[in-house]
């Protein structure tokens, strides 16, 4: 059941979108972006409309070029910042901090202490791998 405090910490009323970051996720995910290059220019874009961007386009499902103009930063910005996440693993740094949280919130520990294996995995692990014509993607260079 919804309390005073349960609503107060989910609230979203000053947010632009249902998809948009709280202050508290935000301060969660905040120390792992990575800060801009030493010796560059300065970083014009903000990093949170930037996250609330990239979630907004993963909530909606729309492509890039529906992002709406003036609500986030431009299209090709936010598209930037999502590939250089990408390349430099931040959005794996990100999904391991929020799996943590949510072991701990759930009371669990951090990590997984025990593994199950199953004896039809092992026998089909001796036999090696089956043969398969299926396509292989692969992620295009920029």
């Not at 801009?36 to 990239?54: E, F, H, Q, V, Y």
């Not at 693993?89 to 009371?107: K, N, P, Q, S």
Request: with cysteine.
């Amino acid at each position: 059941m919804w309390t005073k405090e349960h609503r107060d910490t989910y609230k979203r009323d000053n947010d632009r979108y249902p998809s948009d970051l709280t202050d508290e996720e935000w301060a969660r995910l905040e120390p792992l972006i990575p800060p801009p290059k030493l010796g560059g220019r300065p970083r014009k874009t903000d990093m949170r409309s930037a996250m609330n961007a990239i979630l907004y386009l993963l909530r909606t499902g729309c492509p890039w070029r529906y992002l709406p103009k003036g609500d986030f930063p431009p299209r090709s910005t936010v598209y930037n910042i999502f590939r250089k996440f990408q390349r430099e693993g931040v959005w794996e740094a990100i999904w391991a901090e929020l799996h943590v949280a949510l072991r701990e919130r759930m009371g669990r520990e951090a990590s997984p202490t025990a593994a199950v294996i199953d004896s039809q995995s092992l026998k089909s692990a001796e036999k090696g791998a089956v043969k398969t014509t299926q396509w292989v993607t692969t992620q295009a260079k920029r």
